[in-house]
């Protein structure tokens, strides 16, 4: 039980860490990562919050790839939800860059920020967000590497954002071709190997709360 309660925190801090790096990267103001170009402007577009068009999208995402046989775990869920909320809870807080040298810290300490909160869900392995799992759906699909899965998934998400009103800038690609090495720098400083984490499904995590619960129960 113990350990599951330290996989539920870890998943919680990740999600936290992860949302508050979005949002950092977003009052650099010198141009928003791909998807967060795409949340902007159907944001704007639509008249909701970020927070809650992220949420939307997440489950649009989600009930694609379960369509595709791609079964989400709680991991995914909970990043389609929390991620969502964080962001508007956390956006008046932080505030806006006034110039680009500002801007380009902010988006640099955002991306490893981002980079940090991967590490903390992803060690939990409850599953990857509803966007990783549409790359890693579309890899299955098409038989296409998935880092070039990546590239079409965040460039389509970066033009229709932009077509919708997204910020683009010098700052998306520095976010499109930064965060790769943002992640691998942390987990390799928490010699963390992300190919050796199991993901459970949402049936998967059930059945082992279950067994902690009679585990508990018997002793």
């Known amino acids: 039980m113990k350990q599951l309660l330290m996989r539920f925190l870890n998943t919680a801090i990740g999600l936290f860490l992860y949302a508050l790096g979005i949002v950092i990267t977003i009052k ?4 928003y990562a791909p998807w967060d170009v795409f949340h902007a402007g159907l944001a704007k577009r639509i008249g909701l919050s970020i927070g809650v068009v992220s949420i939307l999208v997440g489950i ?3 009930i694609i790839i ?3 046989k791609e079964k989400p775990g709680l991991g995914t869920i909970s990043n389609m ?7 508007d809870t956390l956006f008046p807080y932080i505030p806006t860059a006034k110039n680009p040298v500002i801007g380009t810290i902010m988006l640099v300490t955002g991306l490893f ?3 940090l909160g991967s590490y903390f869900y992803i060690k939990s392995g409850f599953g990857c967000g509803p966007r990783d799992s549409l790359m890693v759906v579309l890899a ?41 090495f943002c992640v691998q720098l942390v987990f390799r400083l928490f010699r963390f190997d992300v190919t050796k984490v ?9 059945a082992t709360i279950r067994r902690a619960i009679l585990c508990r129960e018997r002793s």
């Open 140 to 180: 299955r699909r098409t038989k296409l590497p998935v880092g070039l899965c990546r590239i079409i998934i965040e460039l389509l998400a970066t033009i229709s954002g932009w077509i919708l009103g997204g910020m683009v800038g010098f700052g998306t690609v520095i976010s499109a071709f930064t965060i790769g």
């Open 81 to 87: 939800i929390f991620v969502g909320l964080f962001l």
């Open 60 to 62: 649009v995402l989600v």
């Open 66 to 68: 379960t369509i595709l």
């Open 113 to 115: 920020v981002i980079a």
């Open 198 to 206: 199991n993901h459970e499904t949402v049936s998967d995590t059930y």
């Open 28 to 31: 650099g103001n010198i141009g």
